[in-house]
């Protein structure tokens, strides 16, 4: 008898479930397998970020998307990477790229250098040697060369994007490729009483779905994961202190940026994403230090531009399933848990588990060990997201409320810790597996942040001062030429990816 997985059900839609049922749709191509999802007909997209990091465009790539109809069908905007502002220190602001900064030169990396000089009474500002960070400076955006020809020219992009319209889209091409969409809302499921797998799902209707694995895709309330399979939350409540969000859309003022803006606040930051037809606004806030009015009024006395729907609140559980695969069962995007959306990693965690899933896919004997190394995996990867959104609360100077008192002493992961003590010694930038983010990315931290090595590198020891200096500035010139080539952002999408109509 066979032990292939014949059927697959999907609990939930919006951009979760069909992110999920897209890349089933082309797993299934080859094989004797259905893939039915189930969406309720009166539960809306969250929607709370529509901000993405860079894997979205291989995970659109790997699906045979065309990237101009989808950023014409999804009203997106291109995203080079953060801008964080009022985050170290009131009227501060830094850039987190997409991208390295200069040239590693002589096996040795880049930002020894720039510590060389500083420690030498050079000023330099490591975001000059970004290419990233100075086509976002000037609001420009070109596409990476696929081969460039300098390392300086290799960075990557994201998108700003419409959530809705992007499940919308992937809908669309799943049906297509041959996924059943049932709307429906699910009111229970029935498990085998030997095993404690789940056999079936209930419909409001009165029919049973059956299947042999089922992804739960239904949010934060877990309808499989918790609901039938008892698996509840590991509390992250200690090391991130934003429990809530307001949210509301606004008509665009302007032209849209190629970043994400992250304003720090009094009790917390407030995300500013722009669309080609509009802004989406955000305030993430600690409810112990801020009311839910007193943070409605805030976002709105802040945004630009008229308010285009009403504000929505959000409550959200700040942890991690204790595990995402139980037996036959396993959860994607918010059912699998929340980490508040600072550096955009929402829409990547559903693609990295998709991928941790298909990479062990199961029969219907589901070794154990196969899903325990998935688990093993999942919490590793979000182990490590947690200690770099920590870092950025953790290193603020901000002392003028509370809240950011409180951050500036709060605990933090050991591993983050040691990872801290590691580059105040010598600039040395220690890496663990499952890392989401690059070496470049916490190097942006810490120096936006003004962390300074006590030492760096000793093979830059004797480098004479003028010398680097010159490097950097060949490094300069060769990038201030490329970037004055560039086209504005808003001229890159008028020619190339303007949306037909506003929506």
């Known amino acids: ?63 045979g998307l065309d990237e101009v109809e989808l950023i014409k069908a999804t009203q997106a905007t291109f995203k080079l990477g953060i801008n964080f502002e009022d985050w170290y220190k009131k009227g501060s602001d830094f850039f987190h790229p997409f991208a390295d900064y200069g040239l590693t030169v002589d096996n040795v990396e880049f930002h020894h250098y720039v510590n060389r000089l500083k420690a030498s009474g050079v000023d330099v500002n490591i975001q000059d040697y970004s290419f990233a960070c100075v086509l976002a400076k000037q609001g420009k955006f070109a596409q990476p060369n696929p081969n460039p020809s300098s390392p300086l020219g290799d960075y990557s992009y994201a998108y700003h994007l419409d959530a809705a319209l992007y499940a919308q889209f992937l809908q669309k091409m799943s049906v297509s490729r041959g996924i059943e969409h049932i709307s429906a809302d699910v009111c229970g499921a029935n498990l085998n009483k030997d095993s404690g797998f789940i056999e079936s799902v209930n419909l409001e209707d009165g029919r049973k779905i059956e299947a042999d694995l089922f992804i739960d895709c239904s949010g934060f309330k877990g309808v499989l994961i ?30 849209p940026t190629p970043y994400t803006r992250a304003i720090a606040k009094d009790a917390g930051w407030q995300w500013s994403i722009p669309l080609q037809h509009r802004m989406g606004n955000g305030y993430i806030y600690s409810s112990q230090f801020i009311d839910n009015q007193q943070a409605q009024d805030t976002l709105l006395s802040s945004v630009e531009g008229k308010t285009i729907n009403s504000v929505r609140q959000f409550d959200f559980p700040l942890g991690k399933r204790k595990v995402v695969w139980q037996k036959n069962c396993f959860a994607l995007g918010l059912a699998g848990g929340f980490l508040e959306p600072l550096e955009s990693t929402g829409l990547s965690l559903i693609q990295t588990a998709l991928d941790k899933l298909l990479n ?17 995996l999942h919490d590793a990867e979000l182990e490590r997201i947690v200690d ?9 100077k901000r002392d003028d409320t509370e809240f950011w008192r409180y951050c500036q002493s709060m605990p933090i992961p050991d591993s983050l810790a040691h990872k801290l003590e590691v580059f105040k010694s010598q600039g040395k930038i220690v890496m663990y597996q499952q890392e989401s983010f690059e070496e470049a990315s ?18 830059v020891q004797n480098v004479d001062v003028n010398l680097i200096e010159q490097r950097l500035q060949q490094m300069n010139s060769s990038m201030t030429s490329a970037v004055n080539q560039a086209m504005s952002h808003q001229d890159f999408i008028n020619k190339h990816c303007k949306a037909a109509r506003d929506i």
């Not at 399979?229 to 090391?239: K, P, T």
């Not at 959104?389 to 603020?396: F, S």
């Open 388 to 396: 770099f959104l920590v870092l950025h609360y953790k290193l603020t």
């Open 442 to 459: 916490w190097l942006s931290m810490y120096h936006g942040f003004n962390v300074t090595p006590q030492r760096y590198d000793v093979r």
């Open 226 to 255: 918790e609901g039938a399979m008892g698996v509840g939350l590991d509390d992250l409540s200690q090391w991130l202190p934003c429990d809530r969000a307001v949210a509301v859309q606004t008509e665009l003022v302007g032209i």
């Open 360 to 376: 062990f896919f199961p029969d219907k004997s589901f070794n154990q060990y196969d899903i325990a190394e998935v688990n093993r």
């Open 1 to 63: 008898m066979s032990k292939a997985i014949k059927k697959i059900v999907i609990v939930g839609g919006g951009t979760t479930g069909w992110m999920a049922a897209a890349k089933f749709s082309q797993y299934i191509a080859d094989k004797d397998m259905k893939v039915t999802l189930i969406e309720s007909p009166n539960i809306g997209t969250i929607g709370v970020g529509e901000a993405t990091i860079p894997n979205i465009v291989s995970f659109n790539k790997s699906l």
